[in-house]
């Protein structure tokens, strides 16, 4: 499968050994194909422009607050993809490369959604770089970049390890999963926010399928090489303090956060989703490379 860059001798796919349809990056790309199709341009934003203007100023800000932490990380997530697929596609995985294309294509969708919705429901261009903290800054402006782009010079598999828990573990696991909880427990029984909402049940969508694929990545990973298990497990417990850290920075700027948003609900949900990873990708040990494809299939569901 290891190839060089730069020289090949035959495809996979007119091989005999062909795609391998069974695998799971390929369930993966069948239900992209399926479900990653949905256009953020049919999403109506009237009703939401008329709650936006009924909202408090302190309701607004919290709301504005929010879309410029998802979408400052979806433009994040989307320059910084690329060397995560280079890296793979190098190996010659083609299975991966093609769910991987699937990936970045989402990515662009999510911020063509969060920046329509500014500029339909907000509408004035506001400079929301302010509300971005200092632990914000850190993992998206330092350690998500300088993390993926260091495959360049080195795809070596610990340091593939080293970028898939900084994207999917700790940006897509722990703090998009934290976001939509905020934004569902903001508006969903309120009744609030619908093309929000309808957008981000989408989003919430495509972003367990790159979750799943980051966890199949570094439980691969961790099967072809058990002693990469203790620095992805350094790496997770490192990132995860900053992280913990941007939820509870985003409650400083109020004292009481509107919508009735919990600091509490929030940390507890990211830590959950984090440890039943931590778990799985802890247990890949000593299975090999079909015990971890079995799994990973019969935890991701068909629809
Ligand atoms: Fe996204
Ligand atoms: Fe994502």
Redesign the pocket.
């Known amino acids: 499968m290891t190839a060089s860059p730069f020289v090949r001798d035959s495809f996979q796919s007119t091989s005999s050994l062909r795609l391998d349809r069974n695998s799971f990056p390929m369930r993966l790309f069948r239900k992209s194909k399926r479900l990653g199709i949905w256009d953020p341009d049919a999403i109506d934003f009237q009703t939401d422009r008329e709650h936006w203007l009924a909202f408090t100023q302190e309701e607004q800000k919290s709301l504005l607050h929010m879309t410029s932490l998802f979408l400052g990380g979806e433009e994040a997530?989307t320059l910084d993809l690329l060397p995560l697929i280079h890296a793979i596609a190098s190996e010659g995985r083609i299975e991966e490369e093609m769910f991987l294309a699937t990936f970045l294509w989402e990515?662009a969708k999510h911020i063509d959604f969060f920046a329509r919705f500014l500029e339909e429901v907000v509408v004035d261009p506001i400079d929301l770089g302010a509300l971005q903290g200092e632990q914000f800054k850190f993992l998206f402006f330092s350690e998500l970049p300088r993390s993926l782009r260091r495959l360049l010079e080195d795809p070596s598999p610990i340091a593939q390890a080293d970028a898939s828990v900084t994207y999917n573990m700790i940006i897509?696991g722990v703090l998009?999963e934290t976001g939509y909880h905020a934004y569902t427990t903001a508006f969903e029984s309120a009744g609030l926010m619908p093309g929000l909402l309808q957008g981000l049940v989408q989003i919430k969508r495509?972003?367990s399928r790159?979750i799943a694929y980051g966890v199949y990545l570094l439980c691969r990973l961790v099967a072809e090489d058990p002693q990469l298990w203790e620095g992805i497990e350094e790496r997770m417990n490192a990132l995860l303090i900053p992280a913990l850290g941007l939820i509870a920075e985003s409650f400083d700027l109020y004292e009481k956060m509107p919508f009735g948003i919990e600091l509490e609900d929030l940390t507890e949900m990211a830590s959950k989703n984090f440890l039943r990873r931590h778990r799985r990708i802890s247990d890949s040990r000593g299975k090999t490379f079909q015990e971890i494809q079995e799994l990973a299939l019969a935890v991701v569901s068909e629809d």
């Open positions: 997530v990515e897509e998009a495509d972003e790159h």
